[in-house]
């Protein structure tokens, strides 16, 4: 038994303990996992100490979680996990994007709520410096809100409006660096030893260069290496992503303890899910590429091991958007297994689709998830088709190899595909920290723009716009579809297009992940009733993909997706199953060629009679012993039931 089930098991045994009884009883649950991790990580010898302040800290930080949450969290823990419901849709978004501020999007909630959208991830909205700041992701706080979104009681506001409406909300927790206008960068700069011993700075070249070895380089193009001389501190600090945000040293004990008391001060403002962000560079090693070591997943599960005392209703996401074999670890291994991390990206199958959809075949997306080995029952992942940052070719080669292609041209191709660099392409995509030493790069650009819709309306070509608007629809309708949550980007749901106003903003010029970080489309989005245009095609068509998920017990995760193979290269075909109720048949063509397929390939939903299409309500379509498929089609098929 795990500690989550543990802790299952106590809080349905002990219901009408006092909240301090159950706390204690979850953390004499937890005490021997705690100190095992701990020590492993801080041995014991140098700093025992350390370990009686993290104990000592654990009641306060109890004593702060509000009451409210305090009695959330119980129910949570003995509910059935609800982040695996089929009731669940996503959205992510920049709230100064979307609504200005977070008053704003409390006056916006039955936006989403007209959707079907019930979980938001909220761009960072905590405080941070003025000019560059990677989009928030450089931190002057963990806690306290930036006043460009408002104040802290707009949160609080908004959170329990949330609440209130059974919304869910997901915010990030900048674990891996902070900026260097935070309180500490700032002590360290002043000469504060302990300060600089929260960061990993060095006064000469020697271990800068001794890790340089090994450690590659997140943005290349914009802020190459790992390390920045500080002129102030007259040292050298370890900057992996850009030079304003400072790696923390999690060698350092007394960093994690801080750490957690940020996170608990976060979580207390009503968040349902922390967004662990960056969490494979956790932890440094010379001679390594210092991702994913195995003290990664220790830190973590640490963090998980306290949280599961303090606030136990919280579940936490990895943002670790890494090889396959890699992202899976996150939800815990081992003695880890079960207290690490419940969520997680998806982010192999998104990577996937894209190439799918240059290619037009789904070899390769087959070939990878049928090599993905089982997540554990009781987590989750996010499925989506993009996010806020740039698309990663994040597959390994040797898939590629194995079917014949050509690792490298192929991977050129996809960055052509997707960067104009092939005429007869729809794409309207950007290159992203492209290296030519080793050909590698990534794309960005909007879903809509990716998929060949702006191109198509540049050129009014009615054909391709249809076309592109089917393939958005298709996407969107597998990710509502996998197992897991689906995640829309704010604007997608619109078919917003590219937006290149950040090329006339000097903090936002050298990064154009900002192309697909569009302001929202109000306007539009007040016409989408009385027209009948691309945007309001693809709102309801999601909006009806969402009613149909959250009437299908199918859809809830529960590790129930079956792959199904097929003779035709186009098809993406797989099951959702569930135990006492209808299973659904989820049947993809990506070329825009209109395909067959043979009615026996689909198992018990290729009888000639009595299968239903959930989308388009109507009976499938059979002709003689095939199932015809349009270009970009997408079926959701079902038995009828008697
Ligand atoms: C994550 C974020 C990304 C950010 C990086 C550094 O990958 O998604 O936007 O640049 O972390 O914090």
Known sequence: MNQASLHKYIASKYQNASSKKLFELR??????????????????????IFFDTLISKLPSLYKERPSELQQ?????????????????????????????????????????????????????????PKGENDGGYAVNSYHEVDQRFGSKEDLLMLTDEMRSKGMYLMLDFVANHTSNEFSWAKKAMAGNLKYQNYYYTYPDRSVPDAFEKHLPEIFPVTSPGNFTFNHKMKRWVMTVFNEYQWDLNYSNPQVFIEMLSNLVKLVNNGVDVVRLDALAFMWKKIGTQSQNLPEVHMLISLFKLCLQVVAPGVVLLAEAIVAPKDIIRYFGNGKMSGNECEIAYNATLMALLWDAIATKKTILLYKNLRSLPKKPNES?????????????????????????????????????YYCQNIEWSPSKGQIFMYNPKTGDGRITGSSASLLGLEDALEKNDEQAIEEAIDKVIMLHGI??????IPLIYAGDEIGMLNDYSYLNDENKKGDSRWVNRPFHDWKAITTLEVKNNYQSKIFFSLQHLIRIRKEHRAFADHNNV?????????VFIYERNYPNSQGILVVCNFDHNAQIIN???????GLPE??????????????????PLMPYEILWLKHIAN
Not at 82 to 104: A, I, T
Not at 393 to 415: C, M, P, S, V
Not at 479 to 484: F, N
């Open 479 to 484: 990710t509502m579809s996998y197992t897991g």
């Open 610 to 627: 009595g299968i239903e299409d959930l989308i388009s309500g109507k009976t499938l379509n059979i002709t003689g012993h095939t199932v």
């Open 72 to 128: 959330q969290d119980i129910e949570r823990i003995t509910d059935e996990n609800w982040y695996q419901s089929e009731g669940l849709v996503g959205m992510q978004l920049y709230v100064d994007h979307f609504s200005d501020n977070l008053e704003g999007l409390r006056q916006r909630l039955d936006y989403f709520q007209k959707l079907g959208v019930n979980f938001l991830h909220l761009m960072p909205i905590t405080p941070r």
């Open 599 to 605: 009615l026996d390939t689909l198992g018990s939903y």
């Open 380 to 416: 989750t992942w996010i499925n989506y088709i993009r996010c806020h940052d740039d698309i990663g070719l994040g597959f390994e080669d040797h898939y590629i190899d194995e079917i014949g292609w050509d690792a490298k041209q192929h991977r050129k191709f996809l960055l052509d």
């Open 27 to 48: 953390l004499s649950t937890n005490l021997t996992l705690i100190k095992d991790l701990f020590f492993s990580l801080y041995p014991e010898e140098k700093y025992s």
């Open 562 to 570: 079956i792959l199904y193979d097929n003779p035709n290269p186009h």
